[in-house]
């Protein structure tokens, strides 16, 4: 095999690794967004009026105006969803799927959770939000 | 800036600009899922067929670049209609208005975690064991392109900025 082939082929092998991270990335970070949000983690609280920024889950105040704490989930979200993407992307068994042939047969039945989740997830989001249904 | 132009247009502006990205990208995304839905076996015939009969893959990073865009400009509108748009909406009782406001928010970040997937399955082709995932995930992130898209229409038709 020639240095040209050797490259090709680990290109492709890196390629792979890099897919199949996003992938996890995509099926674990909206789990942990919608987390985020219900148990308020939020990484800061930004208070638009005041254009103040805080560390983690801070409440509204009078002084400050209303309290966003969406940025923080997002960002919350971005660092807990690559740090575990990155630990997958980097095990063996995700490294070359194809060496295990039961995660080979499984891989892509797993990935249907790519849009099974976010489904299973919105009935959750909309419970969470009963606040404004229920407002009189 | 706002020496210039006042606070309402601006943000008016911004919030325009918004819009168009988001009728960009529905435009894309519809176009790629219905086309990922079409009969391969019939020829293309009527106005629905013709607009199924494209390549899928060819839009596949123009939706990423808009999807994302789109999504930065939303974020960073979002903290001027915290104050301006939302408050008042709170104060006139459009709760229900404002939850789905927050639904809209929601399935948007969601859809956008799942922005590196769905270019991973794209750039994977190749293998046909990913090609249903890819449908319906395509297929999902077009009915949150759609849902958003109207909640934030008819929020903006409620009140808009400078109302």
Known sequence: ?136 | MFNWIHSDVFWSILLIIHGLLAVTLLGAITHQSLALFRNLQSAPQSLVKRFQSVRPEVYTRTICILWLVTFFMGGWIYAQYRITVRIPLEQQGYWWSQGFFEIKEHMVSIGTLLIPGYWALWKNLDKPAFDLTRKYTTALLAAICWFSFLVGHVLNNIRGFGS
């Open chain 1, 1 to 136: 095999m020639t240095t040209k082939n050797l490259e090709s082929n680990e290109a492709t092998r890196q390629g792979q690794t890099q897919g199949q991270a996003l992938m996890v990335f995509s099926v674990l970070a909206p789990c942990i967004y919608v987390a985020c949000n219900l148990y308020h983690w939020p990484l800061f609280t930004f208070f638009p009026a005041t254009n103040h920024l805080t560390w983690g889950w801070t409440p509204m105040s009078d002084d400050e105006g209303p309290a966003m704490y969406w940025y923080g989930w997002l960002l919350s979200t971005l660092i807990l969803g690559v740090g575990l993407a990155g630990l997958a992307g980097l095990s063996s068994a995700l490294k070359n799927p194809t060496s295990n042939p039961l995660l080979s047969k499984l891989l892509p039945h797993v990935l249907h959770l790519l849009w099974i989740l976010p489904l299973v997830l919105l009935p959750v989001i909309v419970y969470s939000l009963k606040f404004y249904w229920l407002h009189r």
